[in-house]
């Protein structure tokens, strides 16, 4: 920490503001005390404020860096599995060969859900969007846990951070098993993380399912890609609903609910959906026009991001591994081609070099999803599945801080000033 200090002059008062430093990235300006003097700062979008302190990740959006406890994102997708980036989130650091044992077992022996939560299920409608349904089971498990919800314990945060990791996957699986009405297929505690979650989605009682491994290893990138992204939406809204106390599994649900919309985990959904309403490589330049076009709403889905303004570093790794999954499967999909050739005009078009504009992680992983035959509408359930380590780790990395307080942000007012109340009778 800095002993620089800033001066603000307001209301003919000089106000002096410490200026903190972290161990990398932009120093900050400690405006806690505006408030002893009559002000408030105003932020809409949070676009030049931090609300927290974390070891978690760091983000240099400019250059292109994401680091999970100091390792570079490029690394951990290349030479570590999922787990292991779990096992780093939540538990501080990289897990020797002995804790990644403990941990894959530990995390292994959690992945079954209660039985009763298949009789939720049945409460929802079979066309149910699978988010409407996970964000709801989420929230229910709470209900399971009485014991182990004092989140001033760490041993039972660190249970159910265990189980919230484990669990996620088979509840996944669930929303798209009942969608398209086949049986629940429970967890298989000999497969790895990503295979035992492909299982649950693919495999039906009534014969032998092969997983491929260049799916298993896409499928364990996707994870890894979206484990953690500092302080997103989701996840601010986990920290925000986490800190008045309320329960990890109803923090869960609200980061679910917060990841949902279109401008976040919604976006490789909307992707999808507007390369389908694209449709053949002939009609991509009327959707780059409107893109362009400022009095038409449409944007160009995956493309952008409110951090990375040159490239995402995810969107590298999982460009390669988007590549490397259709060539391994072979696939043929007029949607893919589209997907292809729309990425080659973007990146050579002026407006979206100029904005900054290129293809984010969603953009890929919503090509590799749809490659292994994850229908569109369960992708941000599968954003949602890898992001719950993220989540969880920074609701436990503030539940643990001594000076945590309720988050309460304050406003501009801009209604009526006070008035009379007339009786309507
Ligand atoms: N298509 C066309 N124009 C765009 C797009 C786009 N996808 N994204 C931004 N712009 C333009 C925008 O119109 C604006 O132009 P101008 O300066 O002339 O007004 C300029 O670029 C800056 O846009 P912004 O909305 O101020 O930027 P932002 O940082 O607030 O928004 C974003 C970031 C991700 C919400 C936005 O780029 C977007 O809506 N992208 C499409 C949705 C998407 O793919 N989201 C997933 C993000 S990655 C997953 C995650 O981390 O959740």
Known sequence: MADQKAILKAG???????????????????????????????????????????????????????????????????????????????????????????????????????????????????????????????????????????????????????????????????????????????????????????????????????????????????????????????????????????????CIAAGVASLWGPAHGGANEACLNMLEEIGTVDRIPEFIARAKDKSDPFRLMGFGHRVYKNHDPRATVMRESCHEVLSELNVKDPLLEVAMELEKIALNDPYFAEKKLFPNVDFYSGIVLKAIGIPTNMFTCIFALSRTVGWISHWHEMMSDPKQKIGRPRQLYTGHNQRKYTPIK
């Open 12 to 250: 003919g008062k000089e106000i002096e503001l410490p200026i903190l430093s972290g161990t990398e990235g932009q120093d900050v300006i400690d405006v806690r005390s505006l408030g002893q003097h009559g002000y408030f700062t105003y932020d809409p979008g949070f676009m030049a404020t931090g609300s927290c302190e974390s070891a978690i990740t760091y983000i240099d959006g400019s250059a292109g860096v994401l680091l999970h406890r100091g390792f570079p994102i490029e690394e951990l997708a290349r030479d570590a599995d999922y787990l292991e980036v779990c096992h780093m989130l939540l538990h501080g650091d990289a897990p020797s060969k002995e804790e990644y044992e403990e941990f894959k077992d530990t995390i292994t022996r959690h992945t079954m859900v209660h039985e009763q939560i298949n009789m939720f299920f049945h409460g929802f409608r079979n066309d149910a969007h699978p988010m409407a349904m996970l964000c709801g089971t989420v929230g229910a498990m709470s209900s399971f846990y009485h014991s182990d919800l004092d989140v001033s314990n760490e041993e039972q945060r660190i249970r159910s951070a265990h189980r919230l990791i484990a669990k996620m996957p088979t509840l996944v699986a669930m929303c798209y098993k009942y969608n398209i009405g086949q049986p629940f297929v429970y967890p298989r505690n000999d497969l790895s993380y990503a295979a035992n979650f492909l299982n649950m989605m693919f495999s039906v009682p009534a014969e032998e399912f092969q997983i491929s491994p260049a799916v298993e290893r896409a499928m364990d990138r996707i994870f890894t890609l979206h484990a953690d992204h500092e302080q997103n939406a989701s996840t601010s809204t986990v920290r925000l609903a986490g800190s008045s106390g309320a329960n990890p599994y109803a």
